[in-house]
């Protein structure tokens, strides 16, 4: 263990290569072009012990520092001399290896196809996958990965210019960073939502977001009605009772649609999809967006509401096809949920954190809400998509919402129709090409720029 003072570490050249280990204090790490801060815990040079011409790096000591140093020839002399070393060694590294199996197939791409560009596809689902690959992008290398992208697992865009991403991926600023680090230049959205993406961060680092701003709006729209239908037909309870030969139709009366209200919130390409839906029903439809659109007014026959306050009261049936904004964040909260009409449905195909759940559990239990249909929940990263039919749901509110005879809950499945992976891909790929042209920022057709 050797303590240093304000000393220059500089091994450019330096006949004995050796590795260190940091443990306390700060070192300045230069190589290339590339400057970080090592601190505690962190490691450099292991690479000098398996490389015969390993690369220089300076290192400056920046603040009092401790370190462990090892010089390549006395590890080497370890690994020949001690057996249990060996086993040790080679042990731990299998261990990290099958960790990382994710991780190898990145570098098998890297090593594998030098003239096309490689795209890191995180979250890479079966059916998304499928939709990408039967695209024949022959000029594009896509790295799929299964883990969702978030501070672990951003390293793994190593060597890939552009990421794909989808809505439960996690690109907050720190991720931004690491993506920056490691050489990533494009953000690729699979998806219409960019809520998940700290996109100030990547205007500061130059890195280009784009999204999919459509892509089969009827997809979204048609499930949400198809919530709406289940919640006041009570299909699922019906459907659950005729599987166990139960035939009876006792607490299974809904309403005709036929003449009711219904509020839709935010009147964007899936809201306008939906309102054309409920208009064929012979629903009367009241909207609220903060851009009114003449040309929807005309070509809908609905009626814009000056405020969201007067959309509560009205509407037996509310629907959000807003996007998740800080002004919409919990726009259906306990206070207006307590204004709207007892017995309200609640339709929410949009982004989970327009609904504060728990306010939304507490009227359900009131009877203040009558049923909601719910494809999106404002917690559910990292449960939806996956199977945890064997654990135990650590997640009450969910578990509650999911118990809730009122309640039908979809895993965030709305935009999951053959049309709609078609859509998808093709733009995300056609977005991914006007990258590798040249195209940056604002250039690119459906760059998402930051808010100001
Ligand atoms: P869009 O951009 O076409 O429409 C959004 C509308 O919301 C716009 O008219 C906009 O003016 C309005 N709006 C924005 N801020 C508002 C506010 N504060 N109050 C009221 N209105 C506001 O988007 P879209 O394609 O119709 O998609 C709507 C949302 O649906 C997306 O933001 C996304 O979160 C969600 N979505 C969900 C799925 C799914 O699978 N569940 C799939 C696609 C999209």
Redesign the pocket.
């Known amino acids: 263990m050797f303590s240093v003072s304000l000393l220059s570490l500089s091994r450019k050249g330096a006949p004995q290569t050796f590795a260190m280990v940091i443990e306390s204090g700060k070192v300045l790490k230069e190589r290339k072009n590339e400057t970080r801060v090592l601190e505690a815990g962190e490691t450099s040079g292991l690479m000098h012990f398996f490389c015969s011409e390993p690369s220089g790096a300076t290192l400056t000591v920046q603040e009092e520092c401790v370190y462990l140093r090892w010089e390549t020839s006395s590890f080497r002399a370890a690994c020949e001399k001690d057996a249990s070393f060996n086993a040790c060694f080679v042990s731990y590294l299998t261990k990290e290896v099958r960790k990382r199996s994710n991780m190898l197939s990145v570098l098998e791409y890297l090593h594998g196809s030098p003239n096309k560009s490689k795209v890191a596809f995180y979250d890479a689902k079966s059916y998304m996958k499928d939709a990408f690959v039967s695209q024949n992008a022959e000029d594009l290398e896509f790295v799929f990965i299964q883990d969702y992208l978030t501070e672990k697992t951003a390293y793994m865009a190593g060597g890939c210019r552009v990421v794909c991403v989808f809505?439960n991926d996690v690109v907050n600023t720190k991720v931004v960073q690491e993506l920056h680090r490691v050489g990533v230049e494009m953000i690729a959205l699979r998806?219409?939502?960019f809520?998940n993406v700290d996109l100030v961060e990547c205007e500061k680092l130059g890195i280009s977001v784009t999204r999919v701003?459509?892509?089969s709006?009827f997809?979204?729209a048609e499930?949400a009605i198809a919530l709406m239908m289940a919640c006041n037909r009570k299909i699922h309870k019906s459907w659950s009772r005729v599987t166990q030969f139960n035939f009876t139709l006792g607490g299974l009366v809904g309403f005709d649609f036929h003449g009711k209200t219904v509020g839709v919130?935010?009147?964007?390409?899936?809201?306008?999809c939906t309102i054309n839906i409920l208009r064929g029903f012979g629903c009367n439809v009241l909207c609220?967006?903060?851009?009114r659109?003449a040309e929807v007014a005309a070509m809908t026959g609905v009626k814009y509401l000056d405020t969201?306050e007067e959309l509560w009261p009205q509407c037996d049936i509310i629907t959000l096809?807003?996007?998740?904004?800080p002004?919409?964040q919990h726009?259906v909260n306990a206070e207006s949920l307590a204004k709207c009409k007892k017995g309200v449905m609640i339709i929410n195909?949009?982004?989970g954190g327009l609904v504060d759940t728990q306010a939304l559990l507490d009227a359900l239990v009131s009877g203040q809400v009558g049923s909601a249909g719910l494809?999106?929940y404002e917690g559910e990263k990292g449960i939806f998509y996956e199977d945890r039919s064997n654990q135990v749901m650590a997640d009450t509110v969910l578990s509650r919402l999911v118990s809730a005879h009122n309640v039908v809950l979809t895993s965030?499945?709305?935009?999951?129709t053959n049309e709609?992976l078609a859509g998808i891909s093709t733009s995300t790929i056609s977005s991914i090409r006007e990258f590798n042209s040249g195209k940056r920022g604002a250039q690119l057709t459906n760059f998402q720029a930051a808010p100001k």
């Open positions: 809505v998806c219409a939502g809520d701003p459509a892509y709006p997809a979204v499930h919130f935010g009147t964007g390409k899936i809201g306008v609220f967006d903060v851009y659109s969201l096809h807003a996007p998740l904004l002004s919409t726009c195909t949009s982004r494809d999106v965030h499945q709305a935009f999951l709609a």
